[in-house]
C-alpha cells in the first residue's frame, strides 16, 4: 500500500512569514497526526484528528498554528506569522482505527522547515 | 501528561554485541509502548511494541521488556548488524503516544 505522502520535504522562509504543510495519509486511516520534531529530539504530537474531528490540540500553539483535515482525508498544517523556534521537522503520521493511540502509526518522510 | 525519558543518549558496539537501551516512564495509566527505528532523513518506522499485560515480546533479533511496578521498559537488539546504526525512540501512551529523546546507535564493524 502506499505510504503516508507529505510536501514540501523542504522548506525555507524568513520569520514571521506564513507556510503551510500538506499531508494525506494512508488510503482508510482514520487517525491523522502532526508531530514537531526538534533536532535531537522525539517527535512531538501537535494534533490529533479522528476522521475529520480534532482528538487533542493541547501542545498545538493556536496563536500561531492551525490545521485542518477537510472530508477527514488530507490535512494541512500553517503556521503564520513562523518564528526561529519553529525551525524543525514537521512528521504527519496516520493510523487505522478511530481509537488511535493503542496502534501502530505510520509516518511519512516530513518536512524540514528552517526559519532565518 | 506522560514523560517518557531514555538512557543512553548514544551508543556505540562492535558488529555482533548486543544493545540495550532504556526508558523510564511517569504515568501508571500508560499502557502501550511501541519502538521507532530512524535512520538518517527518513521517517521513524515501529521495529516492535508491547502492551501492558504482557511481560516480554520478542521478534528475531530484537526483544522488548516491561517493568510495570517500576515503570521502566528496555529495547535490547543481540547480534547487531552495520545496517542497526539509527536512531530509536521509545514512546509510551496513555491516551497519546510520548516520545523519548532518542538514543542513537553506532555498530562498528
Known amino acids: 500500500e502506499a505510504g503516508v505522502a507529505q510536501s514540501p520535504r523542504y522548506k525555507i522562509i524568513e520569520k514571521r512569514q506564513s507556510v503551510a504543510f500538506w499531508c494525506n495519509p494512508i488510503s482508510g486511516h482514520a487517525t491523522l497526526y502532526w508531530y514537531q520534531q526538534i533536532l535531537g529530539q522525539g517527535p512531538k504530537l501537535l494534533i490529533q484528528?479522528?476522521?475529520?474531528?480534532?482528538?487533542?490540540d493541547s501542545q498545538l500553539p493556536k496563536d500561531r498554528f492551525s490545521a485542518e483535515r477537510l472530508k477527514g482525508v488530507d490535512s494541512t498544517l500553517k503556521i503564520q506569522p513562523a518564528k526561529l523556534e519553529d525551525s524543525a521537522v514537521y512528521l504527519c503520521?496516520?493510523?487505522?482505527?478511530?481509537?488511535?493511540?493503542?496502534?501502530?502509526?505510520?509516518f511519512g518522510p516530513g518536512t524540514r522547515l528552517l526559519v532565518l | 501528561g506522560e514523560n517518557v525519558e531514555q538512557h543512553p543518549s548514544t551508543l556505540s558496539v562492535q558488529e555482533g554485541d548486543s544493545a540495550v537501551i532504556k526508558c523510564t516512564y511517569s504515568?501508571?495509566?500508560?499502557?502501550?509502548f511501541p519502538w521507532y527505528k530512524q535512520e538518517l532523513g527518513k521517517r521513524p518506522q515501529l521495529i516492535i511494541d508491547i502492551r501492558s499485560n504482557v511481560g516480554e515480546k520478542k521478534d528475531q533479533r530484537i526483544a522488548v521488556t516491561l517493568n510495570k511496578t517500576a515503570k521502566h521498559f528496555s529495547l535490547h537488539i543481540t547480534e547487531t548488524q552495520p545496517e542497526d546504526s539509527a536512531v530509536y525512540f521509545c514512546?509510551?501512551?496513555?491516551?497519546?503516544?510520548?516520545f523519548g529523546a532518542g538514543t542513537t546507535v553506532t555498530v562498528r564493524a
Open positions: 504515568d501508571s495509566a500508560s499502557n502501550y
Open positions: 484528528f479522528q476522521n475529520n474531528g480534532v482528538v487533542d
Open positions: 503520521a496516520s493510523s487505522p482505527s478511530a481509537s488511535g493511540n493503542q496502534e501502530t502509526q505510520y
Open positions: 514512546a509510551a501512551s496513555d491516551y497519546k503516544l510520548s
